[in-house]
């Protein structure tokens, strides 16, 4: 007797029992699932192979850059180092302006590799003091300076593109007026 809720099948609908497919014995699902971890396991250790290569190959990649990163640096240095080496085997017998626009030629062309590779050189003379930048080695009483304005500049400073590299050595003016904001000049580049 069926209750008013279940609802006899279609005519023509197939039996669920009948057609249903017969149930894998345990033993052929212990197999199937065994074989299937297996497949899975090669893959992971595959994977986790994979991935130590790649870490390796990284540290070692990231090992020959920082050994050789100063290369192309190093490689603009060589003409500077080949000026100066060339000045030293002149005989100083010869005039001393001579000598003085060897240097200055070195010089420049140190400065130019220098900037080839993002090193700027700047002097802070007239600016304000500023403990960032400058390192202050005593001051000095001079009264056309405000006080606090770097009166003059002992070595100059260095930045790496938008880093300082070395601070400038300053004197800092003692005397004068307090320095206002428009009387001092602001290097903003840096």
């Keep these: ?14 039996e669920a029992a009948n057609d249903a497919a017969p149930e894998p014995t345990p033993e052929a699902r212990i197999q199937a699932l065994e074989g299937e971890v297996a497949s ?50 002149t ?30 050189r700047f002097d802070p003379l007239g600016e304000a003091f500023d403990p960032h930048r400058h390192q202050a080695v005593f001051e000095i009483e001079d009264g056309d300076k405000p006080a606090g304005a770097i ?15 070395r601070p400038a050595m300053v004197a800092v003016a003692k005397g004068g007026p307090a320095p206002q904001a428009e009387d001092l000049h602001v290097d903003t580049s840096a």
């Design 1 to 14: 007797m069926q209750s008013e809720h279940e609802q006899p099948p279609p005519a023509g609908a197939p």
């Design 40 to 89: 899975l396991k090669d893959q992971l250790l595959r994977a986790l192979a994979e991935n130590e290569n790649v870490r390796r190959r990284g540290e070692r990649e990231r090992a020959e850059a920082g050994k050789y990163a100063v290369a192309k640096f190093a490689e603009a240095l060589l003409n500077v180092a080949d000026s100066l080496r060339q000045a030293l085997g």
């Design 91 to 120: 005989p100083t017998a010869g005039p001393p302006e001579a000598l003085r626009q060897g240097v200055e030629l070195t010089e420049r062309a140190l400065t130019a590799a220098l900037e080839a590779h993002g090193i700027r």
């Design 151 to 165: 009166a003059q500049t002992l070595r100059a400073g260095f930045m790496l593109h938008d880093r300082l590299l």
